[in-house]
């Protein structure tokens, strides 16, 4: 039915399902590293505790009539939430646009709100929690029978995602006798490889690693981090994730015609 509506009225619809989303999406990453449940009490100021009416909670559009204050206790709200919720605005425009409706941009917009919640998450907390990882590699697994991706294909992203940070992690392990590498980034990687099947999890891996090792020597150069700082991985992964999802077979068959 809605792919009868005029193409304007269409992205716009998704726009707004998706700052909808969004507002959820801000739950899961304020309340997950805290252990607190995503379904219940409803959102209340995080300072004085007070129960939030629906006019506070409409996304974006609140943060910018409350001037990113509480209306009770006036402490700061985070620039995160409205970010989040236009990112997830945007997200489910572009994803409606560029897939078309389908089991593809399902599993896409899934994927890609799983990766938005581990990269807040793992940027502040430097944490990936399992309810995210685990669940998703069920779900990826799961939309692989509908996604052309085929679930072989996703069974072996699966073991290989996981496998390759699995023996990266235990070989550091060994050698510095510290942990380098979570199994929160094996568990993610193993999700990736459910969502996309094992070349463009692959992809990912070089992707995150590559940016990491770029950023990460920006820091040592510019002096404003050693060695020891430790840059979340997940971050990278999931910009990674995304990148390979969306422009990774494109890459993939440019870098084939080359071999
Ligand atoms: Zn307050």
Redesign the pocket.
């Known amino acids: 039915m809605i792919d009868a509506l005029p193409p304007v009225v269409a992205l716009a619809a998704a726009a707004a399902f998706g700052a909808l989303v969004g507002s959820f999406l801000n739950v899961c990453i304020y309340r997950l590293p805290l252990g607190k449940s995503i379904v219940w009490p409803s959102s209340a100021?995080p300072?004085?505790d007070?129960e939030l009416s629906w006019y506070e909670n409409i996304p974006v559009a609140s943060f910018l009539a409350l001037r990113a204050r509480?209306r009770?206790?006036a402490?700061p709200i985070s620039v995160r939430y409205p970010l989040i919720e236009a990112l997830t605005a945007a997200m489910f425009a572009l994803a409606w646009w560029y897939y078309g409706p389908g089991p593809l941009l399902a599993s896409r917009l899934v994927f890609g709100c799983a990766l938005l919640v581990l990269f807040a998450i793992d940027l502040e907390h430097h944490l990936l929690p399992d309810a995210i990882t685990l669940p998703g590699i069920l779900v990826g697994f799961a939309f692989s029978f509908f996604t052309g991706l085929g679930w072989k294909d996703s069974l072996i992203g699966i073991v290989l995602g996981g496998g390759v940070l699995y023996l990266v992690a235990r070989g550091y392990y060994l050698v510095r006798r510290e942990e380098g590498l979570g199994m929160g980034d094996v568990k993610m990687l193993a999700m990736v490889g459910a969502f996309v099947g094992w070349e463009l999890t692959l992809l990912t891996l070089m992707l995150a690693s590559f940016s990491g090792t770029l950023i990460g020597v920006g820091l040592i150069v510019s002096k404003r981090g050693g060695m020891k700082s430790a840059l979340p991985f997940g971050t990278f992964l999931a910009l990674g994730a995304a990148a390979a999802a969306t422009v990774g077979p494109a890459v993939l068959s440019w870098y084939l015609r080359l071999l």
Request: a positive charge; charged letters at 10%; aromatic letters at 0%.
């Open positions: 100021c300072h004085c007070r509480c009770t206790c402490a």
